[in-house]
């Protein structure tokens, strides 16, 4: 999705738009630009097509210096991926980076064109900068006329904006779109994610909906959407220990699922006592409200709600406690009945996702008994907006195909739910088990990862493949629609999951020898049905892939392959059979030659709706 940095400084800009630019570049963009201000050569922009590197070469022609100026990178909604629709957009002597979408743009282009200002993209971005050089031409004030100007927007935006005639101030506002702003010595940032300026601060104040401000060398002026002036206080980014560089690893996706041992063990780290789940880390309100839970209803998008399915079999079957989960974009639009003491959980990775936010304050609205996030951006916007928080650690996930992040909810989900049993005074054997299943779990995760040479093998029997099916049974049907969601997304194969049951009912009428049919099968209690549904598929001639159990006793023949798992406890089984899967689409990827961190059309945060 679209990315924003911003800065004033006394020493040149470029360098740090830049590098900022680049470390948004993970999230996926079609083109970049930016726009700086100095005292000598006034307003300069420079926009490109296509990567940051094109920018930095069409940067290299025609050189662009300030000591103040926005930069930006643009995953098109508004308007084709095209240079002239590129942020910054300029009216007159300002210039306007927007990450959002303007919901009213259409009726202020007839409005502003109707007064004489004449378009030259098809965003709805270049509206603002039309808006507030008009407004400016009224009230002479940049700080008044920004204010008009924010008035008059319906959707959302995280905007940057500079002006000729006000040389030391970068504006920003946000409402529905992250901004945070990074507090340096002698020098201020703006950014749509606080990654982009690692580089010069981890110092950062994350702004709530409605707020605008404005910065200067000596620091900044925050106001709410009524004009009040905050005061917030600046917060030290958690993550910035954690390298953002691929290191040995040839992908960051590669470097993210070898990451996960640790990424699960700090997920646990302080959460786990000998016998039993340690929960003062919810806080009080929500750890004395636990034994009241009576219903759950969890939401959340893509590999997100993957993990909530998943924790749907955990949840009724070890805390007997009623769970239903949904899609945040069907959630959020439809009227949800909320039976009495019922505890909303969202789910995301950043914590910007545009529906799931807005399904949490959809939520808020009801009769929830309280609102979970689990989350793995400690100052993201769910974070802050939800009641009770359960953070993850996975550490920043740059690769666009979620890894880390997921089995890292999985484990926050498998702990919730020994929580939940522990307060519901239900069979101490549960917790017991669980406790000591995650305990060991990094060591197993590792031992996992292990299989790769096999994996990577096998993947090129998917070289001429265009469809895949995955199978899976119980909580590994979830796990089986992550895999086929991994490899859909990065090795662009149609791939589909179905419950194992479900074969019979008209996938079945697909198998044949093109179709390679992926099962998910570790030693369970529904093995033996598994089993049944396998046969099926090979007396239609497909090409079965089985991630089994070393103790599953599944025959070899031809047209089977089996990678074997050591045998695991029923509960961290579908943390651990995700591994390979994520493994195998990696390496089909690799096959297909695709860009595997940045897969095409797609976006790491998803901020619009
Ligand atoms: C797929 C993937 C997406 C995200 C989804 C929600 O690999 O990463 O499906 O899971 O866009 O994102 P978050 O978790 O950030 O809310």
Not at 175 to 180: A, E, I, Q
Not at 398 to 415: C, D, E, H, R
Not at 433 to 460: F, S, Y
Not at 548 to 572: K, Q
Request: hydrophobic content about 40%.
């Amino acid at each position: 999705m679209c990315g924003i940095v911003g800065a004033v400084a006394l020493r040149n800009v470029t360098p740090i738009l830049l590098e900022g630019l680049h470390r948004l570049e993970y999230r996926g963009y079609d083109s970049a630009g930016l726009a700086l201000l100095n005292r000598q050569g006034g307003l300069q922009r420079v926009r490109a097509m296509g990567k940051v590197a094109e920018l930095e070469k069409a940067l290299a022609t025609s050189p662009a210096k300030g000591h103040l100026g926005i930069a930006h990178t643009r995953w098109a909604t508004h308007g084709k991926p095209a240079e002239h629709n590129a942020h910054p957009h300029l009216s007159e002597r300002l210039a306007v980076v927007h990450n959002g979408i303007i919901e009213n743009h259409a009726s202020l282009r007839r409005k502003l064109t109707e007064l004489g200002y004449s378009f030259n993209s098809d965003t709805d971005t270049e509206v603002i900068a039309h808006l507030l050089a008009h407004h400016y031409q009224h009230k002479q004030d940049l700080l008044s006329a920004f204010r008009a100007t924010l008035n008059e927007l319906h959707g959302a935006y995280a905007l940057g904006v500079i002006h000729q005639d006000e040389p030391d101030n970068l504006y920003c506002a946000r409402m529905g779109s992250p901004l945070v702003i990074g507090v340096g010595s002698e020098e201020q940032f703006i950014a749509s994610d606080p990654l982009a300026l690692l580089q010069v601060t981890d110092q950062f104040i994350y702004l709530e909906e409605g707020d605008h401000a404005r910065l200067t060398l000596a620091g900044h002026e925050v106001w709410s959407s009524n004009n009040q002036v905050l005061s917030y206080p600046v917060k030290r980014y958690e993550h910035a220990a954690h390298s953002l560089d691929k290191g040995e690893y040839r992908h960051f996706m590669l470097k993210e699922i070898f990451e996960q041992p640790k990424a699960i063990a700090d997920t646990l780290e302080g959460k786990l006592a000998d016998n039993q789940v340690l929960t003062a880390i919810l806080g009080p309100e929500a750890e004395n409200r636990l034994a009241d839970i009576q219903n759950i209803h969890i939401v959340a998008c893509g590999t997100s709600y993957h993990a909530g399915l998943v924790a749907r079999y955990w949840i009724e079957e070890q805390a007997g406690i009623a769970c239903q989960v949904e899609v945040a974009s069907e959630y959020r639009y439809r009227t949800v009945s909320v039976p009495a003491n019922t505890l909303l959980v969202t789910i995301s990775q950043s914590g910007e996702t545009a529906d799931t936010l807005a399904a949490l304050r959809y939520a808020k609205k009801q009769n929830y008994l309280g609102t979970l996030a689990i989350c793995n951006v400690a100052g993201s916007s769910l974070v802050r907006e939800a009641g009770w928080r359960l953070l993850t650690q996975a550490g920043p996930e740059i690769g666009v195909a979620s890894t880390k992040a997921f089995t890292t909810q999985l484990v926050a989900l498998l702990w919730l739910t020994t929580a939940l049993a522990q307060a519901k005074q239900r069979a101490p054997e549960i917790i017991n088990a669980n406790v000591r299943a995650l305990r060991n779990l990094p060591g197993l995760v590792e031992q996992v990862l292990q299989l790769e040479p096999g994996i990577e093998q096998l993947a090129q029997s998917f070289a001429g493949k265009h469809h895949a099916l995955f199978l899976g049974r119980g909580p590994h049907y979830p796990v089986a629609m992550e895999g086929a969601l991994k490899l859909k997304e990065i090795s662009y194969i149609h791939a589909e999951a179905y419950a194992a049951g479900e074969l019979k009912h008209g996938p079945l009428a697909l198998v044949d020898e093109d179709m390679p049919v992926v099962s998910v099968a570790p030693s369970d209690s529904l093995l033996e049905k598994l089993k049944s549904n396998l046969e099926e598929v090979r007396a239609r001639g497909g090409q079965l892939i089985n991630f089994a159990c070393e103790r599953a006793g599944l025959e070899t023949s031809e047209g089977v392959t089996h990678i074997e798992l050591p045998w695991v406890y029923d509960s961290v089984s579908p943390i651990v059979y995700t591994l390979p899967l994520q493994l195998l689409s990696y390496h089909v990827a690799l096959v297909k030659g695709t860009d595997v961190d940045k897969p095409r059309n797609l976006a790491k945060s998803v901020t619009v709706e």
